[in-house]
């Protein structure tokens, strides 16, 4: 992607191209969770952490929450490393899957705009320490591995940037148990 400077609704399009592309693979049922990291310095062309944009934060959350709120897919929102990457979750949320809420609230320096964005859009916010998320947007290298369920499989799409950051998309699966003998139904994996 070239330098030139990304309007608020171009960031907004290609956010819904990689929910898209993402929802079309992952098959997520409503109930279940997608966990994204963003660095809204990265989407702005710059080092992680080091611009961080309320403006930019709000715009991928707003589009990534409408569109899983009406599927009823929960959006977690990872913050940055000085909050030990928390995440911000629908309370809703956290209770169905026993996540024990944390006394943190995510502000534009501590937590990141993306998390804080999210915290101020949810209906119930709460912070938890770990999920086990059921798939996942990683904007900008942001390394939200650490909130995907243990088999991740990774998703390749075709929208590989927002702004000017990275992007990497994941979904999880079942685990294959058993031995040779073992055999395993493909529309879980």
Known sequence: ??????TLDEIKE?????????????????????????????VGSFRIGSHSSAEIG?????????????KGIYLAAQCCEHLNRSI????????RYSYEPVNVVPQLKAGG????????????????????AHAGID??????GMHLRDVAVPVRIATKEIGHAHV??????????????AHYDLDKA
């Open 113 to 132: 705009s993306f998390a804080t964005a999210a915290y101020g859009m949810f209906e119930s916010p709460v912070a938890v320490e770990h999920i086990k």
């Open 88 to 95: 911000i979750i629908e309370e809703a949320a956290a209770e």
């Open 58 to 70: 709000e715009a991928i959350c707003s589009v990534l929450y409408s569109e899983l709120k009406a």
């Open 14 to 42: 290609q956010t819904k191209k990689v929910l898209d592309e993402l929802l079309e693979v992952a098959r997520l049922k409503p109930g279940q969770i997608l966990v994204v990291g963003c660095s809204s310095s990265e």
């Open 1 to 6: 992607m070239d330098e030139q400077e990304l």
């Open 139 to 144: 904007i900008g290298d942001t390394l939200i």
């Open 168 to 181: 990497v998309c994941a979904r999880t699966r079942l685990k294959f148990v058993g031995g040779e003998r």
